[in-house]
DNA sequence: CAAATTTTCACCCTGGCGGGGTATTGAAAT
DNA sequence: ATTTCAATACCCCGCCAGGGTGAAAATTTG
């Protein structure tokens, strides 16, 4: 284990050749430090607890665990690391699941390394970096499962306080919970709900509920 | 109009001092060339008719039409044209609708006109370039309504008759009407209800509402 | 067949929710 | 300066929702 500083890489990566290779890479960009090099996801809860990573390079086709499943065991556990998948191969299944379960970033093997250190570095920075034809596969798998929500889009137009206590709503809270969380009277609360009702041509708050999960109102 | 050679771009932007700086860009790169540049989206169909453009880069904020209403027109009638949208705003409502409407890209005004080029040329090639915020904004878009293969949940096995209610408090059901809709008593509602509220580890209907909506139950 | 589960129905009670008002304040728009 | 509207707050009333308990058919399962 070395000393590290600046943002903290971990690899996964089969491929010797390769991850020798980003290791490399890593560690010659100021900034940037590999904290563990890993050829499979074997003791994965203990290899990320001991390199302590910002950001985790993942190979998705990987003997054992695949790079998906750990993706996924990783954003479970740990929320705040970056994903930044990498792979040779871009089918919307893979892309799919990849994202589904949590990852940052998608690009390719074939990305040229100074390409990566800005990935890594877009990732660290709360971007999602996709290399060009990735993020068209994203925007076609959106287009693909969205028009089920897309529907009737009319032009709810609800105040700053009332989307407020919309978003607390949806989060199931009660009107009495709402009160003493915002810091305001019950009654007021309920006027506040009231008014959302009418707004949203509902008259009750599953319906509000709902409607603001599927219009994204919150 | 001018003789137009290489990838044509037309332009919609109300501000004319943008409109015309990206003119100036598109027109000063080799291989592009701007075929039409417009301050808004009247007469939208004579206008890409008669400009025949490849890429429209797309302004959201227009007077008259709105930049997702004239993407949805255009994407409708001219499938290979493709839409490279920007906009000031990156706000979660705006990106989704975009993307719907068959956006190919999503990029903020404030990219330096060097970065917007090789967008016009990767949407060109099949690409979908997006700031990396958009990107990361798509992909949390996506997570939020893909989790229908997330199969990590807990033990959510409703019976069917319980997904049957389940889906009729979605719809926004009181339970009496639940009740008449499914010939049954309304105390029967209330038992299976119940027991749905156990099973989610929920205690209202909003709860439940918001699970099943989030979690895909029906 | 017996056991377990699902589905069905019933009653009581408390409290929160939905609908109807009314009213004051301050900020923004005209 | 006047109007408009968002935000705040309170009242009453009725009813439905939520919780507990119990139990009997029907169906699936072992």
Redesign the interface.
Same mark, same amino acid.
Request: one cysteine or more; a neutral charge.
């Given at each position: 284990m070395q000393y590290c500083v600046g943002t903290k890489v971990a690899i996964f990566e089969d491929n010797k050749l390769l991850r020798d290779g980003f290791e490399a890479i890593c560690n010659g960009t100021p900034g940037l430090s590999c904290c563990g090099a890993y050829a499979d996801s074997n003791s994965l809860i203990h290899k990320i607890e001991r390199s302590n990573p910002d950001v985790v390079l993942m190979d998705i086709e990987m003997p054992g665990i695949d790079g998906i499943t750990a993706t996924?065991i990783i954003t479970?556990r740990w929320p705040d690391i970056k994903i930044l998948i990498q792979t040779v191969f871009e089918d919307d299944d893979k892309i799919?699941?990849a994202?589904?379960?949590?990852? +940052? #970033?998608y690009i390719l093997k074939s990305t040229p390394p100074a390409k990566m250190v800005e990935a890594i570095y877009?990732v660290q920075? #709360? #971007? @999602?970096?996709?290399?060009?034809?990735i993020?068209?596969r994203? %925007?076609r %798998?959106?287009?693909q499962? /969205?028009?089920a929500? +897309?529907t009737d889009?009319e032009n709810y137009i609800l105040s700053s306080r009332e989307k407020e206590v919309l978003a607390l709503?949806?989060? #199931?809270n @009660?009107f009495h919970n709402i009160a003493s969380t915002l810091f305001l009277s019950y009654e007021t609360i309920r006027t506040h709900v009231k008014r959302i009702y009418k707004k949203l041509h509902?008259? @009750? /708050? +599953?319906? /509000?509920?709902?409607k603001a999960? $599927?219009q $994204?109102l919150v």
């Open positions: 996924r479970a799919f699941n994202i589904c379960a949590g990852a +940052s #970033g877009e920075n #709360g #971007g @999602s970096p996709m290399t060009p034809n993020a068209n994203v %925007l %798998l959106f287009q499962f /969205a028009p929500v +897309s889009n709503m949806v989060e #199931g @009660s509902v008259a @009750s /708050a +599953s319906e /509000a509920v709902a999960i $599927r $994204r």
